[in-house]
């Protein structure tokens, strides 16, 4: 059942008691309209003792519920309820009035009198439905008018907060299509080092996050968020590794080794952990949110970053990224997911919050890589953040919370303004790839340390060659038509000969491994 604060779950029961009371103050002053006057004055004495005993009741019940209302500071429900309270105690003079009067009147004033009075009490049935009604509404219209008001920090409009919801489980992603398509033409405006045409998009099976993005307390088991937390810490540089999906039916992973291609070296230390968090995001609420897109995965990609004041993550979609520089092909995640794992309490971290933006690759496609095509304002991580509307969902940072939504969705992290004293931001990043792209990435995942050695070689290749991204500040064209940051052998000694040689034949070898 969903949680209520204690006054909007204590009005239904008190309508009832109250409507109670009035139905069986109608019934005993039925009875005397088809007797005669004589029994009818009898009646009406006892049915006095019973009124002022149901008048109590009534008064007593809203009474508690009124202070329940002021003490939950629930302003609507406060008024509604004094307001009930000041009614029924009048219609309950004005019957106690009445009955005194008719005792001693002709049964035909009797008769009209009592009938008069007697829907007059009933009345206060339907009156009392109304203000628990109107108070329902109230808070509804109330928690959408919260939601859709502009966020007062970031002026007249920009993005929405995503709230956590408590008491309800995590939505599941319902899969739309097991295909994603064919690959298509794709510029994002970014070039993988020796290669110059724009890539092809391969997208990944279309994937529906009820609400669009879901928020899961509690993601992780505690202790191991903590181990996650001191583990990043404790590493000068980010790390990652590749976690194998053994079994969808029961959400079995392996891990991978991903110490080097071909090393032959079991898991290390950074798959062993990757292989638990995985698990443990599966068997918590994450399993639900996961379960219907399991069969058609092949395993995840898991990292760990983190960042101090001053700390940003710019606007950009997650891919596969070994996959993108061997095949040439953006294929972003099913779901891009993170997990934030320092231990601070929402609102202990100022900045950092992350925000994802639903118009997903249309969206993306106008920015570019890290919004290579619209220009970043000074005074905010994106140019439409503050645009209303602009499609920008945040959620502040927060222990073991994490955020799942589309992997085709591009999301930031604001900068960090402020931080408690000796902590850190540290997220976890989680990316499930499909049966398509995941062997492929599997040979060296981001961060991890097949990844960074390959990336070494491809910027040396890149500097040997005189390709790669575009000149930058300090790399313009020279006067031959060659980067000023080429390197040509002729310019070298023989020692410097001798380890180019050496580093050709590295990259030759690693290249054969991997059947390039």
């Given at each position: 059942?969903?949680?209520?604060?204690?006054?909007?779950a204590m009005a239904p029961p008190l309508v009832d008691t109250a409507t109670e009371a009035v139905a069986d103050l109608a019934r005993d002053l039925q009875a005397p309209l088809h007797g005669g006057v004589e029994a009818m004055e009898t009646a009406l004495q006892?049915?006095?003792?019973?009124?002022?005993?149901?008048?109590?009741?009534?008064?007593?019940?809203?009474?508690?519920?009124?202070?329940?209302?002021?003490?939950?500071?629930?302003?609507?429900?406060?008024?509604?309820?004094?307001?009930?309270?000041?009614?029924?105690?009048?219609?309950?003079?004005?019957?106690?009035?009445?009955?005194?009067?008719?005792?001693?009147?002709?049964?035909?004033?009797?008769?009209?009198?009592?009938?008069?009075?007697?829907?007059?009490?009933?009345?206060?049935?339907?009156?009392?439905?109304?203000?628990?009604?109107?108070?329902?509404?109230?808070?509804?219209?109330?928690?959408?008018?919260?939601?859709?008001?502009?966020?007062?920090?970031?002026?007249?409009?920009?993005?929405?907060?995503?709230?956590?919801?408590?008491?309800?489980?995590?939505?599941?992603?319902?899969?739309?299509?097991?295909?994603?398509?064919?690959?298509?033409?794709?510029?994002?405006?970014?070039?993988?080092?020796?290669?110059?045409?724009?890539?092809?998009?391969?997208?990944?099976?279309?994937?529906?996050?009820?609400?669009?993005?879901?928020?899961?307390?509690?993601?992780?088991?505690?202790?191991?968020?903590?181990?996650?937390?001191?583990?990043?810490?404790?590493?000068?540089?980010?790390?990652?590794?590749?976690?194998?999906?053994?079994?969808?039916?029961?959400?079995?992973?392996?891990?991978?080794?991903?110490?080097?291609?071909?090393?032959?070296?079991?898991?290390?230390?950074?798959?062993?952990?990757?292989?638990?968090?995985?698990?443990?995001?599966?068997?918590?609420?994450?399993?639900?949110?996961?379960?219907?897109?399991?069969?058609?995965?092949?395993?995840?990609?898991?990292?760990?970053?983190?960042?101090?004041?001053?700390?940003?993550?710019?606007?950009?979609?997650?891919?596969?990224?070994?996959?993108?520089?061997?095949?040439?092909?953006?294929?972003?995640?099913?779901?891009?997911?993170?997990?934030?794992?320092?231990?601070?309490?929402?609102?202990?971290?100022?900045?950092?919050?992350?925000?994802?933006?639903?118009?997903?690759?249309?969206?993306?496609?106008?920015?570019?890589?890290?919004?290579?095509?619209?220009?970043?304002?000074?005074?905010?991580?994106?140019?439409?953040?503050?645009?209303?509307?602009?499609?920008?969902?945040?959620?502040?940072?927060?222990?073991?919370?994490?955020?799942?939504?589309?992997?085709?969705?591009?999301?930031?992290?604001?900068?960090?303004?402020?931080?408690?004293?000796?902590?850190?931001?540290?997220?976890?990043?989680?990316?499930?790839?499909?049966?398509?792209?995941?062997?492929?990435?599997?040979?060296?995942?981001?961060?991890?340390?097949?990844?960074?050695?390959?990336?070494?070689?491809?910027?040396?290749?890149?500097?040997?060659?005189?390709?790669?991204?575009?000149?930058?500040?300090?790399?313009?064209?020279?006067?031959?038509?060659?980067?000023?940051?080429?390197?040509?052998?002729?310019?070298?000694?023989?020692?410097?000969?001798?380890?180019?040689?050496?580093?050709?034949?590295?990259?030759?070898?690693?290249?054969?491994?991997?059947?390039?």
């Amino acid at each position: 059942r969903r949680r209520l604060p204690p006054t909007r779950a204590m009005a239904p029961p008190l309508v009832d008691t109250a409507t109670e009371a009035v139905a069986d103050l109608a019934r005993d002053l039925q009875a005397p309209l088809h007797g005669g006057v004589e029994a009818m004055e009898t009646a009406l004495q006892d049915a006095s003792g019973k009124l002022q005993d149901a008048s109590s009741k009534l008064r007593r019940g809203l009474e508690e519920a009124r202070e329940a209302a002021r003490a939950t500071g629930d302003v609507v429900l406060t008024d509604a309820l004094g307001n009930a309270l000041g009614r029924a105690e009048r219609a309950a003079d004005d019957l106690r009035r009445a009955v005194a009067t008719t005792v001693g009147e002709s049964a035909a004033k009797t008769r009209v009198a009592i009938r008069t009075q007697l829907w007059e009490a009933l009345s206060i049935r339907a009156l009392l439905a109304g203000v628990a009604l109107v108070a329902a509404a109230g808070a509804v219209a109330g928690f959408a008018l919260a939601r859709a008001l502009p966020d007062r920090r970031r002026g007249p409009g920009g993005p929405k907060r995503v709230r956590a919801s408590r008491w309800r489980p995590p939505p599941r992603a319902v899969v739309l299509s097991r295909d994603g398509g064919p690959p298509t033409p794709f510029d994002d405006g970014f070039r993988s080092p020796g290669q110059q045409a724009p890539p092809t998009l391969r997208r990944p099976p279309p994937v529906a996050v009820p609400g669009g993005l879901a928020v899961v307390e509690g993601a992780l088991d505690p202790e191991l968020a903590r181990k996650v937390y001191a583990h990043t810490m404790g590493r000068e540089e980010p790390w990652g590794t590749y976690v194998l999906l053994e079994d969808p039916r029961r959400a079995c992973v392996r891990a991978v080794p991903t110490g080097g291609a071909g090393s032959g070296a079991g898991p290390g230390p950074d798959d062993d952990l990757g292989a638990a968090i995985v698990a443990s995001f599966l068997a918590r609420g994450g399993g639900r949110v996961l379960q219907p897109l399991l069969p058609l995965l092949h395993g995840f990609e898991v990292w760990s970053v983190r960042g101090s004041v001053g700390h940003e993550v710019r606007y950009h979609i997650d891919y596969a990224e070994w996959h993108r520089k061997r095949s040439h092909e953006c294929c972003p995640p099913a779901l891009a997911i993170t997990v934030q794992v320092a231990p601070v309490r929402e609102g202990e971290i100022v900045g950092g919050e992350y925000a994802a933006n639903a118009g997903g690759l249309g969206h993306y496609a106008r920015f570019g890589y890290k919004s290579c095509r619209i220009p970043v304002p000074p005074d905010a991580p994106v140019a439409d953040w503050c645009d209303e509307p602009s499609g920008w969902l945040r959620v502040p940072y927060a222990f073991n919370r994490a955020v799942v939504h589309p992997g085709e969705w591009p999301h930031l992290a604001t900068r960090v303004e402020s931080v408690p004293e000796g902590v850190e931001r540290v997220v976890i990043g989680i990316n499930p790839f499909t049966k398509a792209v995941g062997p492929s990435e599997m040979a060296a995942p981001q961060y991890s340390g097949a990844f960074k050695r390959q990336l070494r070689l491809d910027q040396m290749r890149a500097r040997l060659q005189g390709t790669g991204p575009d000149p930058g500040p300090g790399q313009e064209e020279g006067a031959a038509g060659r980067r000023e940051g080429q390197i040509r052998p002729e310019d070298l000694d023989e020692d410097g000969r001798r380890l180019l040689i050496a580093l050709a034949r590295r990259y030759k070898a690693a290249g054969r491994r991997e059947g390039q």
